[in-house]
């Protein structure tokens, strides 16, 4: 199970955080200087592949929806795009399980909403 989903940059920043149960608002702070610290968290019921497998799946569809996002430039597309990254995740987690990976069926909302915007 998924507790929550954090983004950071190389310099430690928190770029995207995402959580599936509650936690207050100080102790997100603390928890995430926790996991930034130890740089990666995980539980001996955690199938590490999956969460490696997660990551990448994630990226790819970043990389799909804002055209070629880098570790240089991920921080731009995702920090005046918010609300995209939010509904990618959201295709992908629900309540801390996966419940989707086709980049397909991920980024076909997204699609939709690019559309109505045109027009």
Do not use: W
């Not at 992908?92 to 027009?119: H, Q, W, Y």
């Amino acid at each position: 199970m998924i507790k929550f989903f954090l983004m950071v940059n190389k310099q430690g920043q928190t770029r995207l955080s995402r959580y599936y149960e509650h936690v207050e608002i100080h102790k997100r702070t603390m928890l995430e200087a926790e996991v930034i610290k130890n740089c990666l968290s995980r539980s001996k019921e955690q199938n590490e592949m999956a969460v490696y497998e997660l990551i990448h799946n994630f990226v790819e569809i970043l990389d799909r929806y804002f055209s070629r996002v880098s570790e240089l430039d991920v921080s731009f597309p995702i920090m005046f795009n918010l609300d995209r990254v939010h509904i990618i995740l959201d295709e992908m987690v629900l309540n801390g399980c996966i419940v989707e990976t086709n980049k397909n069926r991920i980024l076909a909302p997204l699609f939709v909403l690019d559309k109505m915007a045109e027009s």
